[in-house]
């Protein structure tokens, strides 16, 4: 049962965003829900996914069906985050010159990129709340850490892998 359970969420979480980062909204109610996950780990299961080759959505699915269910876990939930791309690919490459230039579909993506920067902003002060205010306050040292890795990506154009392991040398030092 188990094994249908992680098919199927993450066949959702596949369905229902658009890939990258917003997954991670899906991805933490869908992991939460079931109790899979805390989520402080779903956290740590996005920054490993996010360091590791690979798209986010099977990278995360891949982790925690692993976690929750060991290796056929990791294939059911990969598998199922991968069917709704795989299937709707399929469909669009077969429509894709009929609808090039099509002023309504043109017109719905204009609305369908500011709703996923929404979901990134909901996301990023959800993980953020749970990542810098804990029982005992506001974790300054890792907002520090935070504002140097911002400045690294959008100021120096650092790549993230070179931004991930500076996070990761700060954290050590300042954590």
Do not use: Q
């Not at 109610?29 to 996010?50: F, R």
């Not at 099977?58 to 060991?70: E, H, K, M, S």
């Not at 029982?135 to 790549?159: C, D, H, P, R, T």
Request: hydrophobic share 55%.
């Amino acid at each position: 049962m188990i094994y249908l359970r992680l098919f199927l969420s993450f066949m959702k979480i596949g369905f229902c965003s658009f890939g990258g980062m917003t997954m991670i909204p899906v991805i933490n109610d869908e992991v939460l829900k079931y109790g899979w996950m805390t989520s402080a780990e779903v956290m740590d299961i996005v920054a490993v996914a996010e360091m590791t080759p690979g798209s986010l959505g099977i990278n995360c699915a891949t982790f925690v069906g692993l976690r929750t269910a060991g290796l056929s876990g990791a294939l059911c939930a990969s598998f199922g985050v991968m069917m709704p791309s795989l299937t709707l690919s399929m469909a669009a490459a077969h429509f894709i010159l009929r609808l090039k230039g099509n002023r309504l579909l043109e017109k719905a993506m204009e609305g369908v990129r500011p709703a996923s920067m929404g979901m990134l902003v909901a996301t990023a002060v959800t993980l953020g709340i749970s990542t810098f205010i804990g029982e005992g306050g506001v974790s300054w040292n890792l907002a520090l850490i935070s504002l140097i890795a911002g400045a690294a990506l959008i100021k120096g154009k650092l790549s993230i892998p070179k931004t991930i392991l500076i996070a990761g040398a700060l954290g050590l030092i300042l954590g």
